[in-house]
């Protein structure tokens, strides 16, 4: 079984919906949570981080991480088609330099 | 403030043969990790390097080996390549010390062996 589990999508959804992408993890020694956004033939970009536990937002995107559940989301309101692209979780205990990733859910926003 | 840039954008090779790829750590950045991204799959951690020492290693074996540089850019070499190492190879940048949810990655090397 893998550290980390991404739900696999793909997702498809219309302009304006709200997004909901979600992964599980085993190791609770994991303090850095992070979202990447992957478009096709790129590189992966930061899009969000929680330290630890909570919630954080960023105009329409809202991170959330439960430790005792060992689940993290990541919430997109007012979904645009600029967002379609593959979403990635990926989480550390030690710099994110080392991190362990989900294995993306591809997201594809309707106009 | 420059990106993290990787060379060849693309390469193809035989199975048995053996491939560099280059990284240029983004201006400032003294950390380099290396990934391995497997169509429709995640990138797995393959090594780091920090002052051009090996810093923490994935699940790879030493056929896949790196060497960071003065000027804190980085190569992979992987020897005997096999089918299954065909993938997109990522490297990211970061600053030791520095916040530890942050690297920027490059757009990647798109390596095919057949």
């Known amino acids: 079984q893998k550290e980390v589990e991404q739900d696999p999508g793909p997702l498809s959804v219309p302009e304006g919906a709200i997004v909901s992408l979600n992964c599980t993890y085993s190791n609770s020694a994991f303090q850095y949570f992070m979202w990447y956004r992957q478009y096709s033939r790129k590189g992966p970009e930061l899009l969000m981080y929680t330290y630890s536990s909570g919630n954080k937002e960023d105009g329409r995107f809202t991170a959330q991480v439960d430790k005792s559940s060992k689940y993290i989301s990541l919430f997109i309101r007012d979904s645009q088609p600029s967002d379609s692209a593959t979403y990635l979780c990926a989480m550390s205990y030690t710099n994110a330099g080392k991190s362990t990733f989900g294995d993306g859910t591809t997201l594809t926003v309707k106009p | 403030e420059t990106g993290v840039t990787q060379s060849p954008t693309h390469l193809i090779k035989t199975r048995g043969q053996q491939v560099t790829l280059r990284c240029s750590s983004q201006s400032g950045h003294n950390t380099v990790s290396w990934y391995q991204q497997a169509l429709g799959q995640g990138p797995q951690f393959i090594f780091q390097?920090?002052?051009?020492?090996?810093?923490g290693r994935g699940n790879f074996p030493p056929r896949f080996s790196g060497l960071q540089f003065p000027n804190y850019s980085s190569e992979l070499n992987v020897n005997a390549l096999e089918l299954d190492d065909s993938a997109l190879y990522l490297c990211a940048s970061s600053l030791a010390g520095g916040p530890g949810y942050e690297q920027y990655f490059g757009p990647g090397t798109r390596l095919t062996v057949t």
């Open positions: 390097y920090y002052r051009e020492e090996e810093n």
